[in-house]
């Protein structure tokens, strides 16, 4: 099987170009190449499909091979897979996910995709839709107890579920260890991905990400964006104003609109090519644990 490495600032998967490729079990598949000691090594597995609705398709697998409904970076990523590698010459081009249709502009450098902007569509913010265990009519600024600790957590699904937390001194925090309590906290029935947030000034954020199904990862692009509308929910950024979110892996610019919708500015990066033997991942397949 052939494959592409890339990243969208430090969130990394594995990119198959199913036009050409046929994945099957792409949930085992995903554990098999995600581990960074025996296989490839990423943060999940994305294919490229053909669409009846969109351009192009994109199903994405995290790490623990639970099936995403989306990912922002990843969406940047195939945006410059398919331009680069000539799959289209359109600049504008549509993307079918999970969580419905983005719109990718394209902006190159000497033939190549240097920067994407996707339009994200509108920020989820009706607790049932997230979905939260809760009534009300949004979940802005709302204490939740985890590890003994109360936390003033504010909710967005961006096609994903989020919860943000506006906090000091982010870098000191101990992901590994309250990670995971957030992301299978009982207010949330589908898990949750946590973006934990550091206010610079009304359009400068700092931000680190635990995603359900993978951990700590370098960036989030559906979290960044999450994590705009929320410091704009809360009266930190405002409406219409693009605001810088420096990531782990890098920056993103993010813009929430006052008619709800959410426009995301970055980089996509390919890493390398490569090919995977089928007895390797067949032999595999039989020892891999997906959490679906």
């Known amino acids: 099987m052939k494959f592409s490495k890339m990243h969208g600032i430090g969130n990394d998967y594995i990119y198959v170009n199913c ?5 099957s079990d792409p949930e085992k598949v995903s554990v098999i190449l995600s581990d960074r000691r025996k296989g490839v090594g990423s943060d999940g597995l994305v294919l490229i499909m053909p669409s009846n609705k969109a351009d192009f398709r994109m199903r994405i697998f995290n790490a623990d091979g639970s099936e995403a409904m989306m990912c922002g970076n990843a969406t940047r990523c195939i945006g410059k897979y398919v331009y680069d590698t000539g799959m289209t010459n359109k600049t504008d081009i549509t993307l079918e996910t999970n969580s419905g249709i983005k719109y990718l502009k394209l902006f190159t450098e000497t033939g190549k995709v240097s920067l994407v902007q996707a339009d994200m569509g509108k920020a989820i913010l009706r607790p049932a839709d997230i979905p939260v265990r809760s009534d009300l009519e949004r979940f802005i600024s709302r204490p939740v107890e985890v590890l003994g600790k109360s936390w003033d957590i504010t909710c967005v699904s961006m096609g ?8 000091q001194d982010i870098d000191s925090l101990e992901l590994e260890k309250i990670g995971p309590h957030f992301e299978n906290h009982e207010l949330f029935p ?3 991905n946590t ?3 550091e206010i610079i000034d009304s359009r400068t954020l700092k931000m680190r990400v635990w995603e359900r199904g993978s951990g700590e990862t370098f960036a989030c692009g559906t979290g ?3 994590t705009v509308v929320a410091a ?3 009266g930190i950024c405002r409406h219409d104003e693009e605001v810088l979110v420096h990531l782990k892996g890098g920056d993103l610019r993010i813009t929430y609109k006052t ?3 959410v426009m995301m500015t970055g980089p996509a990066a390919y890493v390398y090519s490569g090919e995977v033997p089928d007895e390797f991942i067949n032999e595999a ?3 891999a644990v997906c959490r679906n």
Not at 19 to 23: G, L, N, T
């Open 259 to 261: 008619d709800g919708t």
């Open 195 to 197: 973006e934990f947030a």
């Open 224 to 226: 960044t964006c999450a």
């Open 19 to 23: 036009f050409e490729e046929k994945v």
């Open 285 to 287: 397949k039989e020892y």
């Open 232 to 234: 704009v929910l809360n």
């Open 160 to 167: 994903n579920p989020h919860a943000v937390i506006f906090t």
């Open 190 to 192: 589908n898990r949750i």
